[in-house]
């Protein structure tokens, strides 16, 4: 394109013909003068170099995202240790996890829970103080603990739950500061919990032992929590913070985690309120950490919780949360092996929980943390390389004034416009208005496109299509957002290209449409709150460096320089925000297969790449102009599109693969008898309670329906408390509409007696209309409690929690009890009060549950027969129960 030429002369009377002239020759109009501007329309590429320029992209995610994503440290071997005396060992981790796992399942209540890895700790800390230095001394204590806590809507009680405890510390070191380091030692039925946690107990084991072994000082004692019961969920964290004696002296706290089974640790909650935790964190030789994480994790869209929670509302401990999450689709199954672990995550782990701890316990913030106390952080890696943090009340600084200098950009740019072009400033506003409402609506259309196909997979029940094909979602959902942005702008400029604004002078106003929309964005989640829009103020800052350097190099002028200029200046941010929506795919991708079946999971995946879109696609899309047959190229999106539907409908999408990536299904064999208030019996059966955890509940109909006739549970629960089901926690309960129970007639061989639920008096309180129920209870270590009121009666105090009580919530309530060692019957009272009846009638309706979730014996007898019924792609997590129900 040639330079443009501009005269100014008096403005002179036109015709009708010398207007149709000029408009073709490109002139403008000044309100006092008349500017010819000749210029020449520059010609666009051909069509032909399109697939170059997306592939550009396409290299650079593979080149750099694709590979720090998997990128991990080489894991050092035990021939290694000599030459690398103050680091952590790989290899010795690794094997110490082998022994570990051998050990089996280990569920609260087992044997091998209660006895042998207890015991398997006693060993392995032995070794460690064999080896350690003169200059440190360990305290060991095994702690066995009852108590009881409100998690969600259900009280959570247990009864002589473990936890093993090791303090090291400097001999003679009086500081009464420390330093907590937590992860648990129990696993799931049925599962070896190599990843879940045992990887992170191990990794606690093998740091203990290097800095034993070292002779660096330690300003503060660590404290090594081995939780012993944290899938029951989270009582060993609340027995420890609660009751254990060294509780009050943790000031900070280091939360190992898993989701998933190997791969990077991601640092996904800090503080909160101590953001100097985050100066620590800084020091770690490889960073995976983001504000977006913990975000997601606080809104509740993560189906987990760990004991982070319990030591923040119960101990008021600040720390740094850090959790496996690649790898989901084994987590919680029997398929969490050793073999599945990569050697190289414990390095990788290793190495940050070693300088972690090296740094914290020497840290002087312990002495004094309330000191330090300033709000919360934002803060975020780059591909693993470094990490950036600042304070919440920064990021509000740093967003206002990225927004107010964009928009200042954006201003300066449309005057040159003006000036150059020679049109009126208010012909540019206008035309920038066009285009800013273009805009969007193109990007409601590429969000509503998206959620049309969501809904159109689950409509003809092929939701989850990606679940083990990642890949599908580019077609699925990338290709329509990247057409719904760009159809609208093609359209636009095949209809403006005799425009006397140049091309590139609109290209431009698109992107600066795109950041008016960005800008818009940041002010509105900065003024709720949320921290992560610093992922927008992002997107905004390098955009406007590309603009700064477009306006200071007169590159805005020339449509393929400033567009060089545009793809230099993005690199990083595409490659920044295409890494962070891969993590987010990865981690959150396997969740949807446990995540329930009432909603629908493509809407989930279908707004996450609409949001990522917006950042890493929003101002490439627009360079899509600068090529000819820009509608072709653009409807080839909608035609991928289709064409992946199409795929995504046959058997290439199936979402399922036997032990990588399979279905999950809970089941128990169950045997449910329900009494009425005169001692008879109104229901007596055996049946198949199967609670499936996602939404293609219904791909295994046939098979399940050999079983017997389905039910869904739903149908059961106007007229009984809870359903009148075994439920194993309240999760079960809020999946009723989609569980299902299929009566038999064979009962299931219960490996011991069922659970005894003894009256064992009542008395009166105040008055004649109150009374204290006394009760009795005895059974398997894991037993849940259903309690209700009958005839106008009121609930006035039990022994559980008081919360529900004092909160004043309607019953029916929820209480779920397990016990490790100690087995004695669990004794409590029920206190109600009647106003409009008598206690002739039935005043209170109990049911109580027992699951014998760890007992091999209950697997071989009658169980195998119906987990043989289901597909080879499922994992199906069963044990034995019983349900029965009384009025009092």
């Given at each position: 394109?040639r330079?443009?030429?501009a005269?100014?002369?008096?403005?002179?009377?036109?015709?009708?013909?010398?207007?149709?002239?000029?408009?073709?020759?490109g002139?403008c109009?000044?309100?006092?003068?008349?500017i010819?501007?000749d210029?020449?329309v520059?010609?666009k590429?051909?069509?032909?170099y399109?697939?170059?320029?997306?592939?550009f992209?396409?290299v650079?995610?593979?080149?750099l995202?694709?590979t720090?994503?998997?990128?991990?440290?080489?894991?050092?071997?035990?021939?290694?240790?000599a030459s690398h005396?103050?680091?952590?060992?790989?290899?010795?981790?690794e094997?110490?996890l082998?022994?570990?796992?051998?050990?089996?399942?280990?569920?609260?209540?087992?044997?091998?829970?209660?006895?042998?890895t207890?015991?398997f700790?006693?060993?392995?800390?032995?070794?460690?103080?064999?080896?350690?230095?003169?200059?440190?001394?360990?305290?060991?204590?095994?702690?066995?603990?009852?108590?009881?806590?409100?998690?969600?809507t259900?009280v959570?009680?247990y009864q002589?739950?473990?936890?093993?405890?090791?303090?090291?510390?400097?001999?003679?070191?009086?500081?009464?500061?420390?330093?907590?380091?937590?992860?648990h030692?129990?696993s799931?039925p049925?599962?070896?919990?190599?990843g879940?946690?045992?990887?992170?107990?191990v990794?606690?084991?093998?740091?203990?032992?290097?800095?034993?072994?070292?002779?660096?000082?330690?300003?503060?004692?660590?404290?090594f929590?081995?939780?012993?019961a944290e899938e029951n969920?989270?009582?060993?964290?609340?027995?420890?913070?609660t009751?254990h004696?060294?509780?009050k002296?943790?000031?900070?706290?280091?939360?190992?985690?898993?989701?998933?089974?190997?791969?990077r640790?991601?640092?996904?909650?800090?503080?909160?309120?101590?953001?100097?935790?985050?100066?620590?964190?800084?020091?770690v030789?490889?960073?995976?950490?983001?504000?977006?994480?913990?975000?997601?994790f606080?809104?509740?869209?993560?189906p987990?919780?760990?004991?982070?929670?319990?030591f923040?509302?119960?101990?008021?401990?600040?720390?740094?949360?850090?959790?496996y999450?690649f790898?989901?689709?084994?987590?919680?199954?029997?398929?969490?092996r050793?073999?599945?672990?990569?050697?190289?995550?414990?390095?990788h782990?290793?190495d940050?929980?070693?300088?972690?701890?090296?740094?914290?316990?020497?840290?002087?913030?312990?002495?004094d943390?309330?000191a330090?106390?300033?709000?919360?952080?934002?803060?975020?890696?780059?591909?693993?390389?470094?990490?950036?943090?600042?304070?919440?009340t920064?990021?509000?600084i740093?967003?206002?004034?990225?927004?107010?200098?964009a928009?200042?950009a954006?201003?300066?740019?449309?005057?040159?416009?003006?000036?150059?072009?020679?049109?009126s400033?208010?012909?540019v506003?206008?035309?920038?208005?066009?285009?800013?409402?273009?805009?969007?609506?193109?990007?409601?259309?590429?969000?509503?496109l998206?959620?049309?196909?969501?809904v159109?997979?689950?409509?003809?029940?092929?939701?989850?299509?990606?679940?083990?094909?990642?890949?599908?979602?580019i077609?699925?959902?990338?290709?329509?957002?990247i057409?719904g942005?760009?159809?609208?702008?093609?359209?636009y400029?095949?209809?403006?290209?005799?425009?006397?604004?140049?091309l590139?002078?609109?290209?431009?106003?698109?992107m600066?449409?795109?950041?008016?929309?960005?800008?818009?964005?940041?002010?509105v989640?900065t003024?709720?709150?949320?921290?992560?829009?610093?992922?927008?103020?992002?997107?905004?800052?390098?955009?406007?460096?590309?603009l700064?350097v477009?306006?200071?190099t007169?590159?805005?002028?020339?449509?393929y320089?400033?567009a060089?200029?545009?793809?230099?200046?993005?690199?990083?941010?595409?490659?920044?925000?295409?890494?962070?929506?891969?993590?987010?795919?990865?981690?959150?991708?396997p969740?949807?297969?446990r995540?329930?079946?009432?909603?629908n999971?493509?809407l989930?995946?279908?707004?996450?790449?609409?949001?990522?879109?917006?950042?890493?696609?929003?101002?490439?899309?627009?360079?899509?102009?600068?090529?000819?047959?820009?509608?072709?190229?653009?409807?080839?999106?909608?035609a991928?599109?289709?064409?992946?539907?199409?795929?995504?409908?046959t058997?290439a999408?199936?979402?399922?693969?036997?032990?990588?990536s399979a279905?999950?299904?809970?089941?128990?064999?169950?045997?449910?008898?329900?009494?009425?208030?005169d001692?008879?019996?109104?229901?007596?059966?055996?049946?198949?309670?199967?609670?499936?955890?996602?939404?293609?509940?219904?791909?295994?109909?046939?098979?399940?329906?050999?079983?017997?006739?389905?039910?869904?549970?739903?149908?059961f629960?106007?007229?009984?408390?809870?359903?009148?089901?075994?439920?194993?926690?309240?999760?079960?309960?809020?999946?009723r509409?989609?569980?299902?129970?299929?009566?038999?007639?064979e009962?299931p061989?219960?490996?011991?007696?069922?659970p005894?639920?003894?009256?064992?008096e009542?008395?009166?309180?105040?008055?004649?209309?109150?009374?204290?129920?006394?009760?009795?209870l005895?059974?398997?270590?894991?037993?849940?409690?259903?309690?209700?009121v009958?005839?106008?009666a009121?609930?006035?105090?039990?022994?559980?929690?008081e919360?529900?009580?004092?909160?004043?919530?309607?019953?029916?309530?929820?209480?779920?009890?397990?016990?490790g060692l100690?087995?004695?019957?669990?004794?409590?009272?029920?206190?109600?009060?009647?106003?409009?009846?008598?206690?002739?009638?039935?005043t209170?309706?109990?049911?109580?549950?027992?699951?014998?979730?760890?007992?091999?014996?209950?697997?071989?007898?009658?169980?195998?027969?119906?987990?043989?019924?289901?597909?080879?792609?499922?994992?199906?997590?069963?044990?034995v129960?019983?349900?029965?129900?009384?009025y009092?």
């Open positions: 394109m330079r443009l030429k005269a100014v002369r008096p403005r002179r009377k036109k015709n009708k013909f010398t207007l149709q002239t000029d408009r073709q020759r002139v109009f000044n309100s006092k003068y008349h010819d501007v210029f020449e520059p010609k590429l051909q069509w032909y399109a697939p170059a320029f997306f592939g992209w396409f650079i995610y593979l080149s995202v694709n720090q994503i998997n990128h991990m440290p080489t894991p050092l071997l035990r021939t290694d240790e005396p103050r680091d952590f060992i790989a290899q010795r981790a094997d110490t082998i022994e570990l796992t051998r050990i089996g399942p280990r569920v609260v209540g087992s044997i091998a829970n209660e006895v042998t207890v015991q700790f006693r060993d392995e800390v032995a070794k460690v103080q064999a080896e350690a230095n003169d200059r440190f001394e360990f305290e060991l204590d095994v702690q066995q603990a009852s108590g009881a806590y409100m998690h969600w259900m959570n009680m002589g739950i473990q936890n093993v405890v090791v303090k090291l510390s400097e001999k003679g070191n009086t500081n009464e500061n420390y330093l907590l380091i937590n992860s030692y129990d799931v049925g599962s070896p919990g190599a879940d946690d045992g990887s992170m107990v990794t606690m084991l093998e740091v203990m032992r290097v800095i034993a072994k070292s002779d660096e000082p330690l300003a503060h004692p660590i404290v929590l081995f939780n012993g969920p989270l009582q060993g964290s609340h027995a420890f913070i009751q004696k060294w509780a002296n943790c000031k900070a706290l280091i939360n190992l985690d898993s989701a998933g089974s190997g791969g640790e991601i640092l996904f909650q800090s503080g909160p309120n101590h953001p100097w935790l985050m100066k620590y964190y800084r020091q030789p490889h960073p995976f950490a983001n504000t977006l994480a913990e975000e997601i606080h809104a509740g869209l993560i987990s919780d760990t004991d982070f929670r319990i923040r509302d119960y101990g008021g401990v600040p720390g740094l949360d850090m959790a999450i790898n989901g689709y084994v987590y919680h199954t029997k398929f969490d050793v073999n599945v672990f990569p050697r190289a995550s414990f390095q782990t290793g940050n929980v070693l300088a972690l701890a090296r740094a914290l316990a020497n840290a002087p913030e312990l002495d943390i309330e330090y106390a300033e709000g919360h952080n934002v803060f975020y890696d780059f591909l693993g390389w470094f990490i950036i943090f600042y304070t919440a920064t990021s509000i740093i967003n206002s004034i990225v927004s107010g200098v928009l200042l954006i201003g300066i740019s449309v005057y040159f416009m003006s000036v150059r072009s020679g049109c400033l208010s012909g506003l206008m035309r920038f208005g066009i285009i800013l409402g273009i805009q969007l609506v193109s990007l409601a259309l590429a969000a509503g998206a959620l049309l196909v969501a159109f997979m689950d409509a003809v029940d092929r939701s989850l299509s990606w679940f083990t094909q990642m890949w599908l979602i077609g699925l959902y990338l290709f329509p957002i057409f942005m760009s159809i609208l702008p093609a359209l400029m095949e209809k403006t290209k005799r425009d006397p604004l140049s590139g002078f609109r290209v431009q106003l698109f600066h449409s795109h950041c008016v929309c960005l800008v818009i964005l940041i002010i989640l003024s709720i709150g949320i921290r992560s829009a610093y992922f927008i103020m992002l997107c905004v800052l390098f955009d406007i460096v590309a700064v477009n306006l200071v007169k590159w805005h002028r020339k449509a320089w400033f060089i200029a545009v793809m230099i200046c993005h690199i990083l941010p595409f490659t920044y925000f295409t890494y962070i929506c891969t993590v987010a795919l990865k981690t959150l991708i969740m949807q297969g995540s329930g079946g009432s909603s999971p493509d989930t995946v279908a707004i996450l790449m609409w949001l990522f879109s917006l950042m890493f696609a929003g101002f490439i899309v627009p360079l899509i102009m600068f090529f000819r047959k820009t509608r072709t190229i653009v409807l080839c999106f909608l991928g599109t289709i064409l992946f539907i199409i795929i995504a409908v058997d999408g199936f979402p399922y693969q036997p032990k990588s279905q999950r299904y809970s089941l128990i064999y169950a045997h449910r008898i329900l009494h009425n208030a001692g008879t019996t109104r229901t007596d059966e055996s049946g198949v309670y199967v609670y499936p955890q996602d939404r293609r509940f219904s791909i295994a109909e046939d098979e399940i329906k050999t079983i017997g006739q389905i039910h869904k549970v739903s149908e629960c106007e007229e009984e408390m809870f359903c009148g089901m075994p439920l194993y926690n309240h999760r079960w309960h809020k999946a509409e989609y569980s299902l129970w299929i009566p038999i007639n009962q061989q219960i490996p011991t007696a069922y005894t639920l003894t009256l064992q009542t008395t009166e309180l105040d008055g004649s209309m109150q009374r204290r129920f006394n009760f009795s005895e059974g398997p270590d894991h037993m849940t409690i259903f309690v209700n009958k005839n106008n009121k609930l006035l105090d039990w022994s559980f929690n919360t529900l009580i004092k909160e004043n919530e309607p019953p029916p309530h929820f209480v779920y009890f397990s016990y100690d087995n004695s019957a669990l004794e409590f009272y029920i206190d109600v009060e009647k106003t409009t009846s008598t206690f002739d009638t039935p209170l309706e109990i049911g109580i549950g027992g699951h014998w979730v760890h007992h091999e014996i209950a697997r071989s007898q009658g169980l195998g027969a119906h987990l043989d019924r289901f597909p080879s792609y499922t994992y199906v997590q069963a044990w129960g019983t349900y029965e129900s009384w009092f």
